[in-house]
C-alpha cells in the first residue's frame, strides 16, 4: 500500500500537465525582450529607475498617510473649516492673493498639519507629476510584484556576468562531456 | 491560443533552430521537470520561461546540440534547482498531494489518499539531496537513464546505483510509518 503510494506520486509527477497557455506566455516572453543581452548602460538606468520608483512610492505612501489623518484631526473637535484657515493664515505674512499665494498656503497648512502629528522634521513635498515608466521602472516593477528574486539578483551586473559565464561554462562542458552534446 | 509563428522567432535559415519549435515541443516537459523540483506551477513556469531565454542567447550554437531535447531539460533542471534554494517546496506538497489523490481516487477516499502521498512527497524531501534529485528526475517518463545521467553530470552505472538507493530508502522510510 505504501509502495503503491510511492508509485502513485511519481507517476503523478511525471504527468502533470502544463498550465494553459504556457507556450504563448514564453514566446511572447522571448518576443518582448528575451532576447536582449544585458547593456552597460542599463545599470545605470536601473539605478536611476529604482531611484524613481522609491521616490514615487515614498511620496503615493506620504499622500496615504496625510490625508486620513487630517480627517481625524477635524473629527478630535478641532475648530472647522474656519479655526484651520485661521490657524494657517496666522504663519502667512500679509500680501495680495495670487497663485503663488495659494500654493504657499496650501503648503504651510501641510506643514502644520504635520507638525501637530508630531512629525515636524518631515519635509514638506508633493506627489510627483504623472508620468509613463520607462521600460526599466516597467520592469523593476513587474520584478518587485512577482517577487521573483532571481531576476532581482541579477538586476546586480557582478552577479549578472557570473550568471552569464556559468551558463557558458556550463553549455561548453555540456557539448564537450556529454554523448549528447557535440553534434559535429 | 497564440500563433506561434507569429512572433517571428523563426531563425536565420543557416542556423537551422526554430526556436518556437522547441517552444511547441518542449515547453511541456521542462515544464514537469521544474514542478517535479518546486512543486509550484508559478515557479515551474518562470522557470520555463529563464530557460528558454537562456536558450535565446546561445542560438548562435544551437546547431552543435546533438539532443536538443536533453539540453533543454538540463537547462530546466539547473535553473529550478537554483530556485528551489529560495523557496520550500514542502510548502505546496499538501496541495499538490490533494490534486493528486481528487485525480486517482474517489471523493471519499480523497482525503486519506491526499495524506498518504503528502507524506510520500515530505519523505522524498528528506532523501539524501543526490539520492532526492535522482528519484525527482526518474519520475520523467521520456527520460531513460542515460538521459538522466546526462542531465546530472554522473555516469549511467552511478545514476542507477543512486536510483536503486533512493527507492529502497524511500520504501523503508514509509514502510517505518506504516
Redesign the interface.
Known amino acids: 500500500?505504501?509502495?503503491d503510494?510511492?508509485e502513485?506520486?511519481?507517476?503523478?509527477?511525471?504527468?502533470?500537465?502544463?498550465?494553459n497557455?504556457?507556450?504563448?506566455?514564453?514566446?511572447?516572453?522571448?518576443?518582448e525582450g528575451?532576447?536582449a543581452?544585458p547593456r552597460r548602460g542599463w545599470v545605470l538606468g536601473t539605478g536611476l529607475a529604482i531611484a524613481a520608483v522609491l521616490c514615487g512610492a515614498w511620496m503615493v505612501e506620504w499622500e496615504f498617510v496625510t490625508l486620513p489623518q487630517t480627517v481625524k484631526l477635524s473629527e478630535m473637535g478641532v475648530p472647522g473649516t474656519l479655526g484651520r484657515r485661521q490657524d494657517v493664515l496666522q504663519g502667512l505674512k500679509p500680501g495680495p492673493v495670487t497663485v503663488d499665494r495659494t500654493a504657499e498656503v496650501v503648503s504651510l497648512a501641510k506643514r502644520r498639519t504635520r507638525r501637530k502629528q508630531g512629525s515636524a522634521e518631515v519635509p514638506v513635498s508633493y506627489p510627483a507629476p504623472s508620468a509613463p515608466l520607462t521600460e526599466e521602472e516597467r520592469m523593476l516593477r513587474q520584478i518587485a510584484l512577482t517577487r521573483?528574486?532571481?531576476a532581482f539578483e541579477l538586476l546586480n551586473e557582478a552577479t549578472r556576468e557570473a550568471a552569464?559565464a556559468a551558463?557558458e561554462a556550463?553549455?561548453n562542458?555540456?557539448?564537450r562531456?556529454?554523448?549528447?552534446?557535440?553534434?559535429? | 491560443m497564440t500563433s506561434i509563428e507569429g512572433f517571428g522567432l523563426l531563425m536565420p535559415y543557416e542556423e537551422a533552430v526554430d526556436v518556437s519549435g522547441l517552444v511547441r515541443d518542449y515547453s511541456g516537459m521542462m515544464f514537469r521537470v521544474a514542478h517535479a523540483v518546486l512543486r509550484s506551477p508559478q515557479e515551474a513556469e518562470d522557470v520555463v520561461q529563464d530557460a528558454f531565454v537562456r536558450v535565446l542567447e546561445r542560438r548562435g550554437r544551437l546547431g552543435e546540440v546533438r539532443d536538443m531535447r536533453v539540453w533543454l531539460v538540463r537547462i530546466a533542471w539547473n535553473l529550478a534547482l537554483d530556485r528551489r534554494r529560495r523557496i520550500r517546496p514542502e510548502q505546496m506538497d499538501a496541495r499538490f498531494a490533494e490534486e493528486l489523490a481528487a485525480r486517482s481516487v474517489p471523493a471519499d477516499e480523497a482525503m486519506a489518499e491526499a495524506g498518504r502521498m503528502a507524506t510520500v512527497l515530505g519523505e522524498i524531501e528528506r532523501l539524501p539531496r543526490k539520492e532526492r534529485e535522482v528519484l525527482l528526475l526518474s519520475a520523467m517518463e521520456e527520460l531513460g537513464t542515460a538521459e538522466m545521467a546526462a542531465v546530472l553530470r554522473r555516469s549511467e552505472s552511478g545514476t542507477r546505483a543512486l536510483l536503486f538507493r533512493a527507492r529502497t530508502r524511500l520504501k523503508e522510510r514509509i514502510g517505518g510509518q506504516g
Do not use: C, I
Not at chain 1, 502513485?8 to 498550465?19: D, I, N, S, Y
Not at chain 1, 562531456?177 to 559535429?184: A, I, K, L, N, R
Open positions: 500500500m505504501k509502495d503510494a510511492m502513485r506520486v511519481l507517476a503523478g509527477l511525471g504527468k502533470v500537465e502544463a498550465p497557455g504556457l507556450e504563448g506566455r514564453v514566446l511572447r516572453r522571448l518576443a528575451g532576447t543581452r521573483n528574486q532571481p552569464l551558463s556550463d553549455f562542458e555540456f557539448l562531456s556529454s554523448p549528447f552534446g557535440g553534434g559535429h
